[in-house]
């Protein structure tokens, strides 16, 4: 089964900074787009960030000028540095990867924002 590596989550005071990595195995060829999703308790998955393979790159308006997306192509790795973080950031993030026809979802991490 093949599992995308999730890191990077946990606890931190509002105003605070997290940076999620998400690797994706080399068994996945031909990645079309990296992508961060979260969900709060009680409230549909969302998209936080997309990065593609053309250069398109996408944010969820509630994170513009405060998340950033990157890749590192050589790695299959996708990084979400989170910077400014609010209470309602709080969250399980999910990784997810689409190649070609096929996706994939890692196990989510979860990201508290609390004083």
């Known amino acids: 089964q093949v599992q995308l590596v999730e890191s990077g989550g946990g606890s931190v005071q509002p105003g605070g900074s997290l940076r999620l990595s998400c690797a994706a195995p080399?068994?996945?060829?031909?990645?079309?787009?990296m992508a961060w999703y979260r969900q709060a308790p009680g409230s549909r998955r969302e998209l936080v960030a997309e990065?593609?393979?053309?250069?398109?790159?996408s944010y969820a308006d509630s994170v513009k000028g405060r998340f950033r997306i990157s890749k590192d192509n050589s790695k299959a790795t996708a990084y979400l540095q989170m910077n400014d973080l609010k209470p309602e950031d709080t969250a399980v993030y999910y990784c997810h990867v689409q190649a070609y026809l096929d996706a994939y979802w890692g196990q989510g991490t979860q990201v508290t924002v609390s004083s």
């Open positions: 080399s068994s996945i060829r031909d990645i079309d787009c």
């Open positions: 990065i593609c393979a053309a250069g398109g790159l």
